[in-house]
């Protein structure tokens, strides 16, 4: 049974800084591309942040670039997202998601690309 369970989100200040974790289970770590979208109240969920599976090559969306960064340990099965400089319209919930590609440089932006998703960690960006 795949699972993947995000930590690390929270209330912070503007400016302030989270990093969220997500662990995988279940399922080959290193063979999925892992993904970082997001879904603000009343909003569609989003493409936040991608990463290959050989961790590699990366991807942003334009809002959060140079604010965030996305990384992954393959031994440990970990994904993170480093979120820095935090703006009140990062407000969301997070949620991790995993694709399954054959190229190691691939990496998936879409949400009908994931094959497995989390349950979602809540960030709250105060102003």
């Known amino acids: 049974q795949v699972q993947l369970v995000e930590s690390g989100g929270g209330l912070v200040q503007a400016g302030g800084s989270l990093r969220l974790s997500c662990a995988a289970s279940?399922?080959?770590?290193?063979?999925?591309?892992m993904g970082w979208f997001r879904q603000a109240s009343g909003k569609e969920r989003e493409f936040v942040a991608g990463?290959?599976?050989?961790?590699?090559?990366?991807h942003y969306v334009d809002s959060v670039k140079g604010r965030f960064s996305v990384s992954r340990d393959n031994v440990k099965e970990l994904v993170y997202l480093q979120m820095n400089s935090l703006k009140p319209e990062d407000t969301a919930v997070y949620y991790c998601?995993?694709?399954?590609?054959?190229?190691?440089?691939?990496?998936?932006?879409?949400?009908?690309?994931?094959?497995?998703w989390g349950k979602g960690t809540l960030v709250t960006v105060s102003s």
């Open positions: 998601a995993a694709a399954r590609t054959h190229l190691a440089r691939t990496v998936v932006s879409t949400r009908d690309g994931m094959n497995y």
């Open positions: 279940g399922l080959t770590f290193s063979v999925y591309a």
């Open positions: 990463i290959g599976r050989s961790g590699v090559t990366t």
